[in-house]
């Protein structure tokens, strides 16, 4: 839950006594799309706001004089590799224990939340300023062209050391695969040529941060220009609280390749026009538009009321990222109005209802043949390759089976070409259960199809008893699958069964499916004891 | 009030030793009680009719009972020992003798006994005259036999004479033997039958349910769907992590999707790529590789959204109500209450002016259909729907609020470039099938419910699906 939340709804937080303080600790949710409330600084503002006891600050950047702000460099090497850059400096911060920590979460958590594809969208590198002279340069070398001492440890090391060096840690060892096998690295380094960082791997030790630090560079680099900024804009925004002038960052031109120059942080606020009834029918509620205004404004989205009162002008800052369409204002509307305070009305939309008639025709099947004394089960709809196949007496090709790819074990290699495996499984899995046991299943199989995995609607029985039992499901006078379906059954050689005890089904001129005993080989490959026989037939043609 | 007749039989029988040795007759119960015999009999197959209480077996016996004239006979002698009897010394004129009452009979039988002598030669006509002294009535003897119960001391022989007599009447009585009552508190034999998995009940109500409100069922025979329609036409950025190997399956074969609807794709690439439909988009560079990617359905969202596009290109939009409830494959972590396949229920509505209040109302609805009525909302977020709602109810066993479902409005940034009106919202809300279940059954692992490592006599012992009871 995040903060607001925390106010509208009931309280979400759970009370825990700590040890010796007995400080209250709150688990707070925060939505996967409110980078602005992944620290405690944006919480804490955010609550702020929404309790009206400030308003939201405003973030400004502050270009420096021509020839006194600091340059990055990008050159042309690193476009095959990680193309964009991005970078601000936060002048006369003050740091604290508690501050730095949080500093540090703060990238951790935007690296593991937005940065995403851990950090091959965007990597986050802070910096001493104080400790690297620019302007800086943000390029792309061989390995071993790149040496430098790592953040924490005592000596230098060649990048390809460094890959070495970090291939067992727990943290690290994730992120390497996105350069190693690249012919050059990203680096960034200063005028004098040391290294303050190898994205996405790991940030030199010689521009460390510390308590101390009073000027920090931030760059972000990474694949996606648009969530880089938005990063750089999220981390300036949150920690130029600390700043000697609170809440103004010091930009940094960024140089491209082709020549051209761009300033950063963008910081940028936008501005949308909303029309008062356009939310309160969306949320079904009837607000005057200045309340409306003053719900938006709690929300950090800044508003009030223009044209002739019949318009909200709403302005989005850059901590909300989020805010992309009239839809996204609607939601803090109704959040900061209480969404437990919206009226619960019902739908006036007249329907007919209409059942899919393969489900329809299930639904049925399953009451006969519980009738007829079988037994459902629900088995799974990924199983291993030789389920399939090899336990079946088959080659996996002839299946015509759908892959996945990279199973994590062999239980999700293919998605099942027959009820089969199932229903033989749960059976060895109940072995101590009295007999006769009559299972069935009406589920789905999925087969490749022309165009794609396609998949169509199975009814399988088994029973550990004499095939006679199931030939009775097909002859019965008002067979289970009523109508005057006409089933002819011809021999049939099938690897999974008994030769002379397997017969092809049909209806209707076409195969539907097969009846017969089980072959003792599958009998115990399935690890089962007793003599099995089953039908599997396809439902779909009688739908 | 007065105790029945098979109370009062129950009891009785309690006090018999149990099984075929003892038990009562149903006569002789019959006369102990004061009851008509066919009353008792009553009593009797009714309680054999509860069951295994009783157990009563039908004995036949044949007891011989007198006719009317055998109770002449017995009380005046056989009509040959009157005769006899009425036979002076000196004889009777056989035309005298015929007169007598019972004469025909007695005449051939006295004759046939050689107790009387015909002289036919006789002066004045034929006259009869005592053969012997003195004679025995065994046939009177024979009957008082019979009227005091010892019908078997006499011989086969001499039933049959009686019989042909019509003095010997047969009867057959059925007596009835009731056993020991059974053990009432002892467990009954389960009888033999079939059936359905508890998952796949609560299924079949909720598709009740959905059917009850005007829900219509929509297809969703595909559990394979390319990244397009699961992700891509939901606005899911191809970048966000469910999309990656750790959440999702994707295939190795078939790998690629082959056909996908041009035009239409070419709005959610811009859409996501630049903005459009009054938004500002997520400003990525969209790739057709990555929409084409197969996967097996991370939700029938997916199913939902292909619903909602034919709906589009229908022509004149009609509102409908839609849901579906069917597998869906999530390559999470496993636990006591994750698999890697469950299954999702889902419910839609499109209309025209909904707002969040008529998705309250309509999840209210719901949710009392499946016996939850205290529900309460709170903020949430899913890249395909703004407003979103996460729906919670309070458990009054956990004393605590626990979520119950999924909700949202859909955002417009998935709906335009399907070609649906603008004035038309789309309310939408899901949950899984597995968690109810297990909560309404008691079952802390899902694999007892779901997969082949069932626990096959928990599906026996499974009791009706009433979610509102």
Not at chain 1, 352 to 379: C, H, S, V, Y
Not at chain 2, 10 to 18: G, V
Not at chain 2, 357 to 368: E, K, P, V
Not at chain 2, 427 to 453: C, D, F, Q
Request: aromatic letters at 8%.
């Amino acid at each position: 839950v995040t903060s607001e939340k925390d106010i509208i709804s009931k309280e979400k937080g759970e009370g825990k006594a700590e040890g010796a303080s007995e400080a209250v600790l709150y688990k707070i949710d925060v939505p996967a799309n409110r980078y602005d409330l992944l620290c405690l600084e944006g919480l804490v503002r955010g609550l702020q706001v929404f309790k009206e006891r400030i308003n939201l600050p405003r973030y400004e950047k502050i270009i420096p004089a021509e020839g006194e702000g600091q340059k990055l460099i990008i050159t042309a090497e690193t476009v095959k590799i990680r193309p964009h850059a991005v970078a601000a400096v936060l002048r006369n911060i003050t740091f604290t224990k508690e501050r730095y920590d949080s500093f540090i979460d703060l990238q951790e958590k935007l690296h593991q939340n937005i940065c995403r594809l851990v950090r091959a969208l965007v990597a986050i590198g802070t910096h001493d300023l104080d400790t690297i002279p620019g302007p800086f340069t943000f390029t792309a070398k061989a390995p071993s062209e790149i040496k430098f001492k790592p953040l924490n440890q005592s000596q230098e090391y060649t990048a390809s050391q460094i890959m070495d060096l970090y291939r067992t840690d727990s943290h690290l060892r994730h992120y390497l695969h996105l350069i190693e096998n690249k012919p050059r690295y990203p680096v960034i380094f200063d005028s004098n040529g040391v290294v303050l960082s190898m994205p996405p791997i790991i940030n030199g030790d010689h521009s460390k941060i510390s308590l101390k630090t009073r000027n920090v560079f931030i760059e972000c680099t990474g694949t996606d220009m648009t969530k880089a900024k938005i990063v750089l804009d999220i981390i300036v925004a949150m920690f130029s609280e600390y700043c000697e002038k609170q809440f103004t960052v010091e930009a940094v031109e960024v140089i491209y390749p082709n020549g051209k120059t761009h300033i950063y942080p963008e910081l940028a606020y936008r501005k949308e026009k909303v029309k008062p009834e356009l939310i309160n029918k969306k949320l079904g509620i009837s607000e005057t538009p200045s309340s409306l205004a003053k719900l938006l404004t709690r929300m950090c989205l800044s508003s009030h009321i223009t044209g002739n009162g019949n318009s909200i002008e709403i302005e989005i800052p850059p901590t909300r990222a989020d805010v992309i369409h009239a839809c996204d204002i609607v939601e803090d509307a109704a959040i900061a109005y209480g969404y437990n305070n919206i009226q619960m009305v019902i739908p006036k939309t007249y329907t007919i209802a209409n059942q899919l008639p393969l489900n329809k025709l299930t639904e049925l099947l399953r009451m006969d043949l519980a009738a007829a004394g079988f037994t459902e089960a629900l088995t799974f709809a990924l199983c291993s390759t030789e389920d399939i196949a090899d336990k079946l007496g088959m080659d996996i090709s002839a299946t015509n089976a759908v892959h996945i790819a990279n199973p994590k074990t062999a239980e999700f290699q293919v998605a099942r070409t027959t009820l089969l495996p199932g229903l033989l499984k749960t059976i060895a899995a109940n072995r101590k259960m009295p007999l006769p046991l009559k299972l069935f299943e009406i589920s789905d199989i999925v087969v490749k199809d022309l165009t794609k995995g396609k998949r169509s609607s199975h009814l399988l029985a088994c029973s550990v008893l004499p095939l006679d039992v199931l030939q009775q499901l097909l002859d019965q006078p008002k067979p289970i699958l009523g109508r005057n379906i006409d089933f002819s059954l011809a021999f049939f050689t099938g690897s999974a069964f008994f030769p002379g005890r397997c017969a092809e089904i049909f209806a209707r001129g076409q195969s539907v499916g097969k009846l017969g005993v089980l072959h003792p080989d599958v009998i115990t490959k399935f690890e089962l004891t007793m003599p099995c026989s089953a039908l599997e037939i396809n439902i779909e043609p009688f739908v | 009030m007065s105790p029945s007749v098979a109370e009062l039989l129950l009891q009785r029988l309690e006090r018999t030793p149990p099984g075929p040795e003892g038990g009562l007759c149903s006569l002789e119960a019959a006369t102990a009680l004061g009851l008509d015999h066919q009353t008792l009999v009553g009593a009797v197959k009714s309680l054999q009719a509860l069951g295994e209480v009783i157990e009563a077996e039908t004995r036949a016996t044949t007891r011989w009972e007198l006719s009317a004239e055998g109770e002449e006979v017995l009380r005046d002698g056989s009509p040959e020992v009157r005769l006899f009897h009425s036979v002076p010394s000196e004889g009777l004129p056989q035309s005298d003798a015929m007169k007598l009452p019972g004469a025909q009979v007695g005449f051939s039988k006295a004759m046939a006994n050689k107790w009387l002598r015909l002289d036919k030669g006789a002066p004045g006509g034929p006259r009869i005259f005592r053969a012997v002294g003195a004679v025995q009535d065994v046939v009177q003897n024979s009957l008082r036999q019979v009227q005091d119960g010892n019908g078997d001391s006499l011989s086969e022989r001499e039933r049959t004479d009686l019989k042909r007599r019509k003095l010997l009447l047969e009867v057959g009585s059925w007596r009835k033997l009731p056993f020991k009552a059974y053990n009432f508190s002892a467990l009954g034999l389960p009888p033999t039958c079939g059936h359905l998995h508890p998952l796949l009940k609560v299924r079949s109500q909720l598709r009740q349910i959905f059917l009850e409100m005007g829900f219509t069922e929509m297809p969703t025979d595909n559990f394979v769907e390319s990244s397009f329609w699961n992700f891509d036409a939901l606005f899911q950025p191809q970048q966000h992590p469910a999309r990656d190997q750790h959440d999702t399956f994707f295939l190795q074969d078939p790998a690629e999707a082959p056909e996908l609807p041009a035009s239409y794709m070419a709005r959610v690439k811009k859409v996501h790529s630049q903005g459009g439909y009054g938004s500002q988009g997520y400003k990525y560079e969209w790739k057709v590789e990555e929409a084409r990617k197969n996967l097996l359905r991370t939700h029938t969202t997916s199913a939902s959204a292909r619903a909602l596009y034919h709906l589009a290109r229908q022509g004149k939009f009609t509102p409908v109500k839609y849901f579906s409830i069917d597998r869906v494959f999530r390559n999470e972590s496993l636990d006591a209450t994750h698999l890697a396949e469950f299954h999702q229920v889902e419910g839609v509505v499109a209309d025209r002016g909904l707002t969040l209040g008529h998705l309250m109302g309509i999840l209210q609805q719901f949710f009392t259909k499946l016996g939850i009525s205290k529900l309460r909302f709170k903020p949430a977020y899913n890249p395909y729907t703004e407003p979103s709602m996460e729906i919670f109810s309070y458990h009054e066993g956990l004393k605590k609020w626990v979520e119950v479902g999924n909700s949202g409005v859909f955002r417009p940034e998935l709906l335009l470039p399907m070609g649906l009106p603008e004035s038309v919202s789309v309310i939408a809300w899901g949950l899984s099938l597995e968690r109810p279940t297990m909560i309404k059954y008691g079952i802390n692992n899902i694999r007892e419910l779901v997969g082949h490592r069932v626990n096959l006599q928990m599906v026996y012992d499974n009791p009706l699906c009433r979610l509102d009871a």
